[in-house]
């Protein structure tokens, strides 16, 4: 069983910064990737990074590339999202998420555990 906490976000203003964490229980969370997805009022949840188990491999969705960053810390069992630039276009309930692969994915149905989510909010 793994359990996943988010924290880190907030309310903050275009074009400024927060870093989202994602605190993981288990030892499985380690061996596997894991991914950060947001869903907005009315849309469908997206993918907006992976990072595979070693960290070697990231990803990013067009929208956030250059401007979000992915990492983890496994000595901690921690997940972390960098996010810099912030526009009002990413104002979005962000979760974080264990994926069943090693490498990664983009597809929702490959991730099995997921934490409740942290709000952020970017206001113009």
């Known amino acids: 069983q793994v359990e996943l906490v988010e924290s880190g976000g907030g309310l903050v203003q275009a074009g400024g910064s927060l870093r989202l964490t994602c605190a993981a229980s288990g030892r499985r969370f380690s061996s596997y990737a894991m991914g950060w997805f947001r869903q907005a009022p009315g849309k469908e949840r997206e993918v907006v990074a992976g990072?595979?188990?070693?960290?070697?491999?990231?990803d990013y969705a067009d929208s956030v590339k250059g401007r979000f960053t992915i990492s983890r810390d496994s000595a901690k069992n921690t997940g972390y999202l960098q996010m810099n630039s912030l526009k009002p276009e990413d104002t979005a309930l962000y979760l974080c998420?264990?994926?069943?692969?090693?490498?990664?994915?983009?597809?929702?149905?490959?991730?099995?555990?997921w934490g409740q989510g942290t709000q952020v909010t970017v206001s113009s």
């Open positions: 990072i595979s188990w070693k960290g070697d491999r990231v």
């Open positions: 998420a264990k994926s069943t692969t090693y490498s990664g994915t983009r597809l929702r149905a490959a991730y099995d555990f």
